[in-house]
């Protein structure tokens, strides 16, 4: 399946919608997972641009340059949710940051703090340095202070597009000429991950209006029974 015509099919931001039935897509559950397949898989993992139910999350290393910490993703121990994003979007992105806030906000009052991580990776690593990430997270009430939050900026556009795109398989493209930004703007596609302790994906939640609920229950689910 060709990544660029996933891309291709959106306007700026956006849901990433696949056609097609579930039915049979799992006879055999994928080892290393907890949770059952997702109703809403439509295309079996392996088929998909970005890593899947069963799928490992690739390996990279990034840095929050909010508390200078380096997180290698073959290090990972606990449950959890990564995405990506960049923090001047007027619109998507907000959106997700906010609901995954929401999301952290309930780990933290049902005890799963030390549990559970939340990485939010930026594309636009020239805008988005430490001033404007703490910006983002004042914005969108995340809770720095919980210590399970962490944002991750690539040294540069390449090396965002080394680890968006060609490692989580996530195309987005700048755009310099933007109705709804000054500045130059960026078509992306929105998909959040939900990754157990054993560094496999659960889940790939598609597009930026996230079941909150939903997310959390996966997560504890996976957490209980990790």
Same mark, same amino acid.
């Given at each position: 399946m060709d990544r660029r015509a996933y891309l291709g099919a959106l306007g700026t931001g956006g849901t990433l919608a696949l056609a097609g039935c579930v039915t049979g897509l799992f006879e055999d559950q994928p080892e290393d997972v907890i949770l059952s397949p997702a109703d809403d898989q439509r295309a079996e993992s392996s088929n998909l641009?970005?890593?899947?139910?069963?799928?490992? $999350?690739?390996? @990279?290393?990034?840095?929050?340059?909010?508390? /200078? %910490?380096?997180?290698?993703? /073959?290090? $990972? =121990? %606990?449950?959890?949710?990564? %995405?990506? @994003? @960049?923090?001047?979007?007027?619109?998507?992105?907000?959106?997700?940051?906010?609901?995954?806030?929401?999301?952290?906000?309930?780990?933290?009052?049902?005890?799963? %703090? &030390?549990?559970? /991580?939340? @990485?939010?990776?930026?594309? =636009?690593?020239?805008?988005? =340095?430490?001033?404007?990430l703490r910006e983002n997270a004042q914005m969108n009430s995340v809770d720095l202070e919980a210590g399970n939050w962490y944002y991750l900026r690539p040294g540069d556009d390449e090396e965002a597009s080394e680890i968006v795109e060609a490692q989580l398989g996530l195309e987005y493209e700048r755009v310099d000429e933007s109705e709804r930004m000054e500045s130059y703007d960026f078509n992306h596609i929105v998909v959040t991950f939900l990754v157990n302790p054993e560094g496999v994906v659960e889940r790939a939640y598609r597009g930026?209006?996230? &079941?909150?609920?939903q997310v959390f229950a996966d997560i504890e689910t996976v957490v209980n029974q990790s």
């Open positions: 641009p970005y890593p899947a139910y069963g799928e490992p $999350l690739p390996s @990279f290393e990034l840095v929050d340059p909010l508390s /200078d %910490t380096a997180i290698d993703t /073959d290090q $990972l =121990d %606990t449950t959890a949710i990564l %995405t990506t @994003f @960049f923090a001047a979007c007027p619109a998507e992105c907000g959106v997700l940051i906010r609901r995954l806030a929401e999301v952290q906000s309930m780990t933290t009052q049902n005890g799963l %703090t &030390d549990a559970v /991580d939340f @990485f939010a990776i930026t594309f =636009d690593p020239e805008r988005d =340095d430490a001033d404007m930026e209006t996230l &079941d909150r609920e």
